[in-house]
């Protein structure tokens, strides 16, 4: 399955968003307890504009992270929904625009406004082209049974399970487990 750049890019910052909660995170912590934690994300995703690394601002991206898991176990109509919720709140206008060294592509706010409102329509506007495609079953939570990582499968045949190769293993090394009991 192939999305405009931009479009893959936001869902897979989503994806890595949604994957800092204790739950669905390597270190069974929460990843984004803090600004500093925060401000390494941003940085290191190459996300762009206003950051004010304050508390405010993290408690506005903690609960982001938390309307981007639920969008992501919605069905397709219920998804739209709180994907036209998300845009309409921001009061979002799409538009193209070119800058740090990425080709056009769409932002629907302006580069200053709050970075969880930026977060939320940026994801919105993502996940317009994955509703608008029929492909709202490529979003999904990791299957292995103590992980609630969320996954985007971009294969071509749609049969990723797992949210990393570590909770395939471990799951496939259970499977094993029980075979060889019995």
């Known amino acids: 399955m192939h999305f405009a750049p931009d479009t893959e890019d936001a869902l897979e910052f989503a994806v890595a968003l949604g994957n800092t909660v204790p739950s669905a995170s390597r270190t069974g912590e929460?990843?984004?307890?803090?600004?500093?934690?925060?401000?390494?994300?941003?940085?290191?995703?190459?996300?762009?504009?206003?950051?004010?690394?304050?508390l405010a601002e993290l408690r506005d991206v903690q609960e982001t992270r938390e309307r981007i898991r639920r969008v992501w176990s919605l069905d397709r109509d219920d998804a739209a929904v709180e994907v036209n919720a998300m845009l309409r709140e921001a009061g979002a206008l799409p538009y193209l625009l070119r800058h740090d060294g990425f080709d056009w592509h769409l932002h629907a706010t302006a580069q200053d406004a709050p970075l969880a409102e930026r977060i939320r329509v940026e994801v919105s506007m993502a996940l317009v082209d994955v509703i608008r495609s029929s492909e709202t079953g490529r979003l999904r939570v990791c299957e292995a049974d103590d992980c609630t990582g969320l996954l985007l499968d971009l294969s071509?045949?749609?049969?990723?399970?797992?949210?990393?190769?570590?909770?395939?293993?471990r799951m496939n090394m259970i499977a094993f487990r029980r075979r060889a009991q019995s």
């Open 156 to 169: 071509r045949n749609g049969s990723k399970r797992f949210c990393s190769v570590r909770c395939g293993n």
């Open 30 to 54: 929460d990843e984004l307890a803090a600004p500093e934690q925060l401000a390494t994300m941003i940085a290191d995703l190459r996300y762009s504009g206003r950051v004010d690394h304050d």
